[in-house]
């Protein structure tokens, strides 16, 4: 039946303020229109009533009535737009569906009206389009319609159940066995010397029915295992397999250095041969998702090196065929019934651990058993009833249609049923999407706003806010899957499950909402195309209104037959190749419009006439140039313009003063001081910013722009003190920015200016790099940033204060925080971060029973060694002893919510022994917690880790000592040693260091009297550290009274500690550290550059 209310639900009110056009009063339109208005009204309810209605239980002419009236819809609101554009020149709103837009809109019109070459025409389509409702309306009558009302949702955001049913999927219901039987036919512990069977490649095939969990399943042993591999790679095929789309994934996944490659032009004998090469000599782990054919499965296999390097690969399929073909078998089995009754509760739970109450008995045994263990229909069949009463639950039991069979497809069927009409046409629309794809939750919704699907209701604040909305409401109810939900607010990628897919593809097709050619023929004819046409086309009257072409190689487009460019409202074209495109001025009534990945001889020379256009995105394309043109587009809301082959950005742009949307990616130009006529911009995304004067510009302009809600730049400069008050004087004249995503260069300083901005209270997400802080900003607290979900800011040293303040802030669910410094053994309090869920830090917290109740992810840095903590700016009063080192019990096993844990290992100066014990710790905390959570430890500064004897020997070479001074032997041949050296003492004993190194003159005289500071605090810690220690020292005369003039640029003062463990204090090699400094009269004095980089070094120094 029909599905979607075409264009009536924006068309009514347009109507409206038609009537008060002077236009219509003076041609006599009005008794037309307002007859036609009512007619619309009760049409719509009609549409509304049976898209409540599953098709098989319409008849065929109330189908067909419910067709003609979408179309008409159409056609009306192309004829009223007509008439809008052409009366006032063009000059018409961005967004038609708002109706206090549109009533100005008309007031521009009458203004206009004697300047109109077409009124004869539009009153004539006018006309003709009420004597075509009349006989609609007369038909309408003869039918009834039955239906089952849909309660519209009220939810605003994502419901926390369902985040909890696609956060991790190793924790899903009664995967275990499963997952453990696997791994066990893949042989994975199988070692090196085994029998030569165990060296070569397995592979092992996943099969069962749809929504069973293949997908699931592979993913989780594919996560837990690609540790163990050289690299590894998850790839999804579909039913219509894209096989060089795969390919250049699977290499992207491999190996991020295939990201900088161009494969766009690759054929697969290139991607095999690449993939050959790459994979010769390595241990590769890739899971192959979603296989359907045989020779598809040949393809892929034939790309893969057999090596025997006991490599592994899974592939999951339905079909038996393809997965004995493969290898292994394992037929994944429907979930039993108790594990089948705990994901339905899952679904069902009020709160976490509490379930509704009276929800249990035997209605709900029959609704599971209905679902025959298959997750994707318990999942659905939950979430139509985890809003309703439970008295209504049998009425959906009885509406579901239950058979013996494909009881899921029938409860998607239901699913899409029971939404309420505005939803119907949003997730309809997600049929132009490639299958198993990651879909852009951004770009979606402004796509929709582009269609029209999208309308505020009274004050509801903008559109793109009430899209979200929908998109949430979608997420509700288990139609697509959002990906990777590290926001509580929002998520920035999501999928559709291949079975809910299928479904919306296919009645998209049968209902004329949208058609999709992506054939997996290489090579398209126009005589294939029309067939193809044909075949998706069952109303021989209907017309193309929306068209994706996917993967194709067309000669012409569009071919005779297809009647559509007059009425084609959609056109997005990806990854195909068109011989022969139709001038866009063809498309004249088109809305959104898409080239991404395409070779399509397009000229944009006439992309000005499409002045209904409001969606317009060019990806991964070259064109020629952005004409001048491309400022006629007064209705356009969204541009989205990524790596099309232009080094600028054209000024014409900045005419387009409706865009609510710029997306501008690989320009290295931008206009200068015209941005900011753009102020109806929500967001601006700006990827890469080059050049001084470019970059200031830009800050001083983004200041123009207040109703900016989403602001991401990427600056190639660094943003010096100068540029950092600009940017913060044009933040401040923002109204109400949500997101704040700041890429730049370097690492400049930004505590004082940034002070002064005064971050809004509606601020959900804040990403600053390229500029650090000493300490946490004064505005970032729980009173003036109450919304704040996500942040991410670097930090020269984090206090236990900013901590503390960061912990009270009720909605943060991401953190991240860089810094040099950290307080030693931070202990997490239990009522700080509450629904914190992702964690990055440079240092390891305490966490006590009931902290962190919600963190999934965990990353933090621990340092194997003393020297470690030196590297890292650690102040000195901050360094653990040597128990503290080992100290690694964190309490992991308190954070009840644990998934994934990180560790970046310093190995700076340590010995293989005690990185080694290091790992070990952290690795059994982890693998002895509950959850079973995966564990990534990166070691960092590998090649500088040293040996014991290695210690030794170094400090030997490069230190020498003798009554008055020490000095230092460096990398360069012709420094001068002092011959009055002598060895150093036996192990034994250890010596602290300080040392104090002249520098330019410019700096010398401050330089040296912080160190002097600097020299007392850390002796005085050096006390504290070992009390016991007997302290002697020896200074320069000079040493109270630097000046440049100083008698010797090299001062030391030398503290002996006998007596002490040998393992506490590592040595430090020189050759880490600008050594000029410490050497001889002779040796060029330290520049400032190299300060920079040792002056923290050249303080502390542990000599064994």
Known sequence: MELALGAMAGLAPKLGDLLMAEYVVQKGLKPDIESLSRELVTMKAGLEDMSKVPPDQLTEVEKLWARHIRELSYDMEDAVDDFVLRVAGGECAADATDANVFKKIIGKATAAVKKVKHRREISDKIKDIKKLSDELAGLRAKYTVRGLGADLATSTGIDPRVRNLYKKESDLVGIEESRDKVIRMLSIEAKDDAHASDQDLK?????????????????????????????????????????????????????????????????????????????????????????????????IRHALE???????????????????????????????????????????????????????????????????????????????????????????????????????????????????????????????????????????????????????????????????????????????????????????????????????????????????????????????????????????????????????????????????????RSLKIEGSKIENMAPLHWFRVCRVLNFQKCHVPISLKHLGRLLHLKYLDISYTVVDELPKELGHLKS??????????????????????????????????????????????????????????????????????????????????????????????SLCSLREPQELVLFSSGSQQGDTVWEDWEAPMQLRRLLIQGIRFTRLPGWINRSRLPRLCSLSLGMYAVGVHDLDNLARLPELSYLQLGGFSWPPGYTVGKDGFRNLRFCHVGTTLKFPMGAMPRLEELRFSVYAGYWSWVVNDVPLEQFPTKDEIKDLDLGLDNLLSLEKVTVRVDCMGATAAEVQEVVAVVTRAVKNHPNRPTIKVDRAYEGNMLSDKHRVALLQQTIRTNTDKMVCSSNHPNTEIDDRRHDLPQLGSTALVFSFGAGSEEHHESTARKRCARRKRAIGSARKLRPSTRLAEKEHPNFEDPSPSSASPVQVARVDFSGIDNSVCPIIPTQQVNVSCLSTEETSPIQQDDYKHSQSLLDLWFLV
């Open 636 to 729: 356009l809301q969204s541009l989205v313009l990524i790596n099309i082959g232009l080094d600028e950005l054209s000024p014409t742009v900045c005419s387009l003063t409706q865009l609510m949307c710029l997306v501008a990616q690989g320009f290295k130009r931008f206009p200068a001081n015209r941005m900011g006529n753009l102020t109806s911009l929500e967001e601006l995304r700006l990827e890469t910013v080059v050049g001084r004067s470019t970059t200031e510009d830009l800050v001083v302009e983004l200041g123009k722009l207040t109703r900016l809600r989403m602001v991401r730049m990427t600056l190639a400069e660094e943003l010096d003190e100068s540029l950092q008050k600009a940017l913060v004087r």
């Open 306 to 568: 057999y090596n025997n390097c006991r490599s592994r690969i899974i592939m999951t399929t339905r079909n038996f065929e393809v997965a004995t073909k493969a290898g292994e078998v394992y037929k994944l089995k429907p979930l039993s019934d108790e594990n089948s009754e705990k994901l339905f509760y899952k679904r069902i739970q009020s709160q976490e651990g509490e379930s509704l109450d009276g929800v249990s008995g035997e209605l709900s045994s029959k609704i599971i058993d209905k679902c025959g263990g298959i997750p994707l229909a318990i999942i659905a069949i939950a979430s139509l009833l985890v809003e309703r009463p439970y008295e209504d639950w049998s009425k959906v039991y009885d509406s579901v249609g239950f058979g013996n069979e494909d009881n899921t497809t029938k409860i998607v069927s239901y699913s899409y049923y029971d939404l309420p009409s505005y939803l119907k046409p949003c997730i309809l629309y997600l049929s132009k999407f490639q299958e198993d794809s990651f879909i852009d939750t951004k770009g979606v919704i402004w796509m929709w706003i582009g269609e029209g699907f999208v309308h505020l209701e009274k004050e509801e604040g903008s559109l793109f806010e009430v899209g979200q909305r929908y998109f949430n409401e979608l997420v509700n109810r288990s139609l697509i899957q959002p990906m990777d939900p590290k926001y509580n607010w929002f998520t920035q990628f999501f999928r559709i499950h291949d079975i809910v897919f299928d479904f919306i593809r296919k009645l998209s097709d049968v209902e004329n909402f949208l058609t999709v050619l992506d054939s997996r023929e290489q090579h398209a004819s126009p005589d294939s195309l029309r067939n193809e046409k044909k075949a998706y086309m069952p109303c021989s009257d209907s017309k193309v209104r929306r068209l994706a072409i996917q993967n194709h190689h067309v000669q012409c487009f569009p071919v005779d037959s297809m009647e559509m460019p007059e009425v084609l």
């Open 203 to 299: 592979i092992v095939s996943i099969v069962g029915v749809g929504g069973l969990g293949k997908t699931t399943l592979a993913k989780t042993v594919h996560d837990m295992l690609k540790k163990q591999f050289d690299c590894s790679a998850f790839v999804s095929v579909g039913r219509t397999p894209n096989l060089t789309r795969t390919f250049e994934k699977m290499l992207v996944e491999l190996d991020k250095k295939y990201k900088q490659v161009d494969m766009a032009r690759w054929d697969i004998e290139q991607f095999g041969n690449e993939l050959h090469e790459f994979l010769e000599q390595k241990r590769y782990f890739i899971v192959v998702d979603d296989i359907w054919d045989v020779e598809s499965w040949k393809e």
